[in-house]
């Protein structure tokens, strides 16, 4: 079945840096979503992408929909503390009505004030 | 607008016993998504329910089923509990057609002792 491929597994970086952090598929998708996940919480959506080559910001955050389809990157700009979390992208498709979501295994991203 | 609630937050099994988990979808939304998230992976798909019918199934056995009712609430029901089926169960609810933002609650954490 369809695999997501998400690296770094883990950031540990300075306050106030940047942070870049990607995802590649082996087959393409339709959307790309990148959620954010507190410990205990579910996960919440940041950016959902829905063209190729697509570059969508919020706030902070950026994130752009590969030419091929097939990847996807986040970036965090001027990280705050309360960035920290786990970060997962997301791909689905559509046939039909359905269109379940495939995870990739998560960023755990560490800030150091 | 209410978000998506589940209920419980917490509960803690015995092998072999069956338990129902409760999603209330966000306002206006009639496409119910399950997911399993397992202690350091992304959350996997079980299955989805749009206008109260099953619309996409997971790689999950038959003692995973669900139900979604009129006003799109949805449960999740699960037979004979195995160890492995310890997780964090999510729900996710969306508009359903080619409009992909799902939106998750905060999760069922499932203990099987």
């Known amino acids: 079945g369809q695999q997501l491929n998400q690296s770094p597994q883990s950031m540990f970086i300075q306050e106030g840096e940047d942070v870049s952090m990607n995802c590649t598929s082996s087959?393409?998708?339709?959307?790309w979503l990148w959620y954010k996940q507190d410990p205990g919480e579910g996960p919440v959506l940041l950016i959902a992408?829905?063209?190729?080559?697509e570059l969508t910001s919020n706030g902070r955050l950026t994130a752009q929909f590969g030419i091929t389809r097939k990847d996807s990157f986040l970036n965090i700009s001027a990280s705050i503390p309360s960035d920290v979390g786990i970060y997962f992208c997301a791909g689905q498709n559509y046939g039909g009505s359905q269109g379940n979501l495939i995870f990739g295994k998560g960023t755990k991203l560490s800030v150091k004030p | 607008e209410t978000g998506v609630t589940q209920s419980p937050t917490h509960l803690i099994k015995t092998r072999g016993q069956q338990v129902t988990l409760r999603c209330s979808s966000q306002?206006?939304?009639?496409?119910v998504s399950w997911y399993q998230q397992a202690l350091g992976q992304g959350p996997q798909f079980i299955f989805q329910y749009y206008r109260e019918e099953e619309n996409g199934r997971g790689n999950f056995p038959p003692r995973f089923s669900g139900l979604q009712f009129p006003n799109y609430s949805s449960e999740l029901n699960v037979n004979a509990l195995e160890l492995d089926d310890s997780a964090l169960y999510l729900c996710?609810?969306?508009?359903?057609?080619?409009?992909?933002?799902?939106?998750f609650g905060q999760g069922t954490r499932l203990t099987v002792v």
């Open positions: 992408l829905y063209k190729a080559g």
């Open positions: 996710a609810s969306s508009l359903g057609g080619e409009l992909a933002e799902a939106f």
């Open positions: 087959s393409i998708f339709n959307t």
């Open positions: 306002s206006g939304h009639n496409t």
